[in-house]
Nanobody, 118 residues
Framework: VQLQASGGGLVQPGGFWRLPCVASGRTSSSYAMGWFRQAPGKEREFVAVISSWSGGVTDYADSVKGRFTISRDNAKNTVYLQMNSLKPEDTAVYYC???????????WGQGTVVTVSS
């Protein structure tokens, strides 16, 4: 599975942004998909995950719960991360991931940078 995240950019605090990630290769709908991020000077951390197929199960890091929403469109082989009420501490490189089990990525995308700053 190859993962291509895009849509990184600069957004003001309190704003919103959406990151898409397109999967190619083996049937991506059979994989759980998610997002990790790495802020400058910090370790990479879990952000959100969505279960395979219908995506009926989602989970989020406490730091983004209530502000971020993960979703998937299997017809487009795409997973989205909708980010609302963005804070400067959300500034990071965001990585799209996929795996046969939730929370344990087997595949990583190349990352896209989101900067939250005025």
């Amino acid at each position: 599975v190859q993962l291509q995240a895009s849509g990184g950019g600069l957004v003001q605090p309190g704003g919103f942004w959406r990151l898409p990630c397109v999967a190619s290769g083996r049937t991506s709908s059979s994989y759980a998909m998610g997002w990790f991020r790495q802020a400058p000077g910090k370790e990479r951390e879990f952000v959100a995950v969505i279960s395979s197929w219908s995506g009926g199960v989602t989970d989020y890091a406490d730091s983004v719960k209530g502000r971020f929403t993960i979703s998937r469109d299997n017809a487009k082989n795409t997973v989205y991360l909708q980010m609302n009420s963005l804070k400067p501490e959300d500034t990071a490189v965001y990585y799209c991931v996929a795996g046969s089990r939730m929370y344990i990525p087997d595949y990583w995308g190349q990352g896209t940078v989101v900067t939250v700053s005025s």
